[in-house]
C-alpha cells in the first residue's frame, strides 16, 4: 500500500480555519486521495476525495499538489464538533481502505 | 436514510469464549466490509463481501474468525474461541459499490472487551 504521512496531533481555535497536511511522496496516477475523520466513540465519517484537482464540499475543501506528492484538508471554520481524528488514505484498489494513525484534531472554544 | 447498524454496541466475555456480531448495512448496498480497531490505531480490514460472495479476507485471522452475509444483506462475524489481543472495536462499513472513488459509510461498531 501506498504510505501517507501526517502529523500526530493540530490544536485550533473554535472559528478560525485549520489546514491538515497528508505528505504522499510515492503516490501512483491512479490514486485517488480520501479524507476521512473519526469522532470520539463513532465510526469513520467520509469526509472528501480528489484525483488531480482541488475539490469542495459541505464539510471541507481538498487541495492537491501539482505533483500530487502532498495535499492538505481544510476545515474552513472549526467548531467543536470537528474535534477528531483525521485519517489520510490512498485508495489505490477498487475497494480497500488503509487507515494510518491519522492526525487528531483538539479545537478549542 | 438509515445508516450502518450494528449491535451489539458492548461485549465482554472471558478469553476462550465465543462472541457474534451482527451488521446490516444501508439498504441496497452490495458491498459490506468488517474492520478491527484496535485502541490508538486506524482501523484494519478484516473481510470484504461483494453481495453474499468474499472479496477479500486476507488478513482474517481463519483459525477463529468467521464471517458470513446470507442472502447478500445482513451480515454476522464471529470468533470462537476469543483471545485476549481480540479486545478492540469491531466497524462494519457498507458502499454502494466498488470503485477507487467511491465512500464507504461505517456504523458505530461494537466495542469487545476480552478479560
Known amino acids: 500500500d501506498a504510505k501517507t504521512t501526517q502529523p500526530n496531533s493540530m490544536e485550533s481555535n473554535e472559528e478560525e480555519p485549520v489546514h491538515l497536511p497528508c505528505n504522499h511522496s510515492?503516490?501512483?496516477?491512479?490514486?485517488?486521495i480520501h479524507w476521512y475523520r473519526q469522532l470520539p466513540s463513532q465510526g469513520p465519517e467520509y469526509v472528501i476525495h480528489g484525483l488531480t484537482s482541488n475539490v469542495n464540499n459541505r464539510m471541507a475543501s481538498l487541495a492537491i499538489a501539482e505533483d500530487r506528492k502532498s495535499s492538505t484538508l481544510i476545515l474552513h471554520r472549526a467548531t467543536l464538533r470537528d474535534a477528531a481524528v483525521y485519517y489520510c488514505?490512498?485508495?489505490?484498489?477498487?475497494?480497500?481502505?488503509?487507515f494510518g494513525a491519522g492526525t487528531t484534531v483538539t479545537v478549542r472554544a | 436514510e438509515a445508516g450502518v447498524a450494528q449491535s451489539p454496541r458492548y461485549k465482554i466475555i472471558e478469553k476462550r469464549q465465543s462472541v457474534a456480531f451482527w451488521c446490516n448495512p444501508i439498504s441496497g448496498h452490495a458491498t459490506l466490509y468488517w474492520y478491527q480497531q484496535i485502541l490508538g490505531q486506524g482501523p484494519k480490514l478484516l473481510i470484504q463481501?461483494?453481495?453474499?460472495?468474499?472479496?477479500?479476507d486476507s488478513q482474517l485471522p481463519k483459525d477463529r474468525f468467521s464471517a458470513e452475509r446470507l442472502k447478500g444483506v445482513d451480515s454476522t462475524l464471529k470468533i470462537q474461541p476469543a483471545k485476549l489481543e481480540d479486545s478492540a472495536v469491531y466497524l462494519c462499513a457498507s458502499s454502494s459499490q466498488i470503485g477507487t472513488a467511491r465512500e464507504q459509510y461505517f456504523g458505530p461498531g461494537t466495542r469487545l472487551t476480552v478479560t
Open positions: 510515492t503516490i501512483s496516477g491512479t490514486d485517488y
Open positions: 488514505i490512498l485508495k489505490w484498489s477498487d475497494y480497500k481502505l488503509s
Open positions: 463481501f461483494q453481495n453474499n460472495g468474499v472479496v477479500d
